[in-house]
């Protein structure tokens, strides 16, 4: 368990260290909204690229992970400070997609250590598979710590802001500087990733056996909502500090309200067992759609820092949703053998193809930044409709 804290913490630190502040500095030197989201859509594009190989790696033989590991972070703070360098368009795409090439499959792997950890399958402890619901608490519990992590950039780096000028390349600086960490760490820690089951002889390919899964009911409504909220959280994290520079939120704070959701969300991780314990997961993830929705009608349709800030409120019930809840279920409905591919897949849909549509394709046709979270609103009711087929659906 304390290897997955340690992953989510550090690897979610580098997330947040790009997240927030990339398009501000994209912004600062110059790069029109239409490339913004096509530099910051492009790192989604990746997942098509190298996601399932990590995965198809990692099910097929669960010793490769901690090398998985390694080789994802050492090159993510390569490019990651290579881009930093980056002023003319076609250069920072290419390292933009490097970019994502390796960080991006490792939320997948990691959310498939730690399903495998808490679900007590670890082949050589010899554990009997816990309960799935009571799954789902630990699960919230570990993700805990990936939003702590995702926060601590933007508290080391607001006071700095706030005193003093802080070039825009510095936060990237810091998240690359992390990655090189995890690697490093890495290097000199011991093997205590968790072991796969053996496949039976004759066994599938596993992200063959995961495409049939995927295809199945419920687990089709489960990847369509997220790949569904994933089109209208991509326009959120390509454009919502953009929103905030646009209505004008001096630079300091602009971190600080963007993680306002994720502070609510670190509470609702740390308390999902106890929520868990009186809901079922298919409900919270009906009432994250829901949050969706709403949210992206409050963004839509308001300039008041006042309705933003409480939007940003219902990050929280999201990321619940579509981090763990929609996690749980593929945990719920796939199997072992094939847990890291299908949990790929589902990134690739909500993480990939999603992000391309709301950061590259949606700003296309899209009157100012309000009008493409109107955008998000309309794709948000569609996940609410998919979200109600998995969670109307006995269990």
Not at 22 to 49: M, N, R, V, W
Not at 373 to 384: E, H, K, R
Request: glycine fraction near 8%.
């Amino acid at each position: 368990m304390r290897l997955a804290r340690f992953l989510y913490f550090t690897i979610y630190f580098v997330i947040g260290a790009q997240l927030p502040y990339l398009p501000i500095f994209l912004d600062d030197i110059g790069f029109s909204h239409q490339e913004i989201g096509a530099l910051i859509g492009i790192q989604s594009f990746s997942i098509f690229l190298t996601p399932l190989l990590f995965a198809h790696l990692a099910d097929s033989s669960s010793r490769s992970l901690k090398l998985l590991f390694i080789v994802g972070t050492s090159l993510t703070a390569l490019m990651g400070t290579v881009l930093c360098f980056q002023t003319e368009f076609l250069p920072a795409l290419l390292v933009a997609l490097s970019f994502g090439m390796f960080l991006y499959p490792l939320f997948s792997l990691l959310d498939g250590v730690a399903l495998a950890l808490v679900s007590g399958s670890n082949a050589e402890e010899g554990g009997a598979p816990r309960d799935k619901q009571e799954s789902a608490g630990s699960f919230s519990k570990l993700r805990f710590w990936g939003t702590v992590g995702f926060i601590v950039p933007s508290l080391l780096l607001a006071p700095s802001q706030l005193l003093f000028f802080v070039p825009s390349t510095v936060p990237i600086f810091l998240g690359s500087a992390m990655a090189a960490l995890i690697s490093i760490s890495l290097l000199f820690m011991g093997d205590s990733f968790p072991r796969s089951f053996a496949p039976p002889p004759g066994a599938k390919i596993p992200i063959l056996e995961a495409l049939v899964a995927a295809k199945a009911s419920p687990t089709r409504w489960v990847i369509l909502a997220n790949f569904l909220m994933g089109i209208a959280m991509a326009t959120y994290y390509g454009f919502f500090p953009l929103k905030l520079a646009e209505i004008g939120t001096p630079s300091y704070a602009i971190g600080l309200v963007y993680n306002i959701g994720v502070v609510v969300e670190a509470g609702l991780l740390w308390f999902g067992p106890r929520i868990l314990a009186k809901f079922d997961v298919t409900r919270l993830f009906l009432l994250g759609a829901s949050s969706c929705l709403l949210r992206f009608l409050m963004l839509g349709s308001s300039d008041s820092l006042i309705v933003i800030c409480l939007s940003q409120v219902l990050h929280a019930p999201i990321i619940f949703s579509v981090a763990v809840m929609s996690g749980a279920l593929l945990n719920r409905y796939g199997e072992e053998r094939y847990r890291y591919s299908l949990l790929s897949l589902n990134q690739l849909a909500s993480f990939g193809a999603a992000r391309l549509l709301g950061t590259i394709l949606l700003p296309q046709f899209s009157f100012g930044i309000s009008g493409l979270f109107l955008w998000a609103a309309l794709f948000s009711a569609g996940a609410v409709y998919c979200a109600a087929r998995v969670g109307l659906r006995p269990t």
